[in-house]
């Protein structure tokens, strides 16, 4: 895959910086394997920020077991900090979530999830970073 248009603004160190599966999906829109990213699983409580820019993105409290094998949240910490734009790859209507501040690709958001907001932010475990509390 071809990195995305505004990769370069980012940070001209990034390819050196993230791991090359965290590449790929961040800069290039590509979703890791389900039950394989680091945080699909992970019950720790903290702050799930952008692995691209350090921009909280999700809390451990919105997060739940969805039964997709990627990490799941119902809520984001700041609506404010996460785009939304429409993706039809793949032959389906998605709409893709990234982050706000620098572009990098999350995954998507869908109208399946729990109350109080029925979203479901799937995410990839790559373009996430936990900051434990």
């Given at each position: 895959?071809?990195?995305?248009?505004?990769?370069?603004?980012?940070?001209?160190?990034?390819?050196?910086?993230?791991?090359?599966?965290?590449?790929?999906?961040?800069m290039c829109s590509a979703t890791e394997a389900p039950?394989?990213?680091?945080?699909?699983?992970?019950?720790?409580?903290?702050?799930?920020?952008?692995?691209?820019?350090?921009?909280?993105?999700?809390?451990?409290?919105?997060?739940?077991?969805?039964?997709?094998?990627?990490?799941?949240?119902?809520?984001?910490?700041?609506?404010?900090?996460?785009?939304?734009?429409?993706?039809?790859?793949?032959?389906?209507?998605?709409?893709?979530?990234?982050?706000?501040?620098?572009?990098?690709?999350?995954?998507?958001?869908?109208?399946?999830?729990?109350?109080?907001?029925?979203?479901?932010?799937?995410?990839?475990?790559?373009?996430?970073?936990?900051?434990?509390?």
């Amino acid at each position: 895959m071809e990195p995305k248009t505004n990769s370069c603004s980012i940070e001209q160190n990034l390819k050196e910086r993230l791991t090359p599966e965290q590449y790929q999906v961040c800069m290039c829109s590509a979703t890791e394997a389900p039950f394989s990213g680091e945080y699909w699983d992970c019950k720790e409580p903290g702050t799930y920020t952008c692995v691209c820019c350090g921009e909280e993105l999700f809390a451990s409290e919105s997060k739940y077991d969805s039964g997709t094998g990627w990490p799941s949240f119902f809520d984001a910490i700041n609506e404010d900090a996460i785009s939304r734009k429409e993706d039809l790859t793949h032959n389906m209507v998605r709409v893709e979530i990234l982050c706000k501040k620098c572009g990098s690709h999350l995954g998507h958001v869908f109208e399946d999830g729990p109350k109080p907001t029925g979203l479901r932010y799937c995410v990839n475990s790559a373009s996430l970073k936990l900051v434990q509390e």
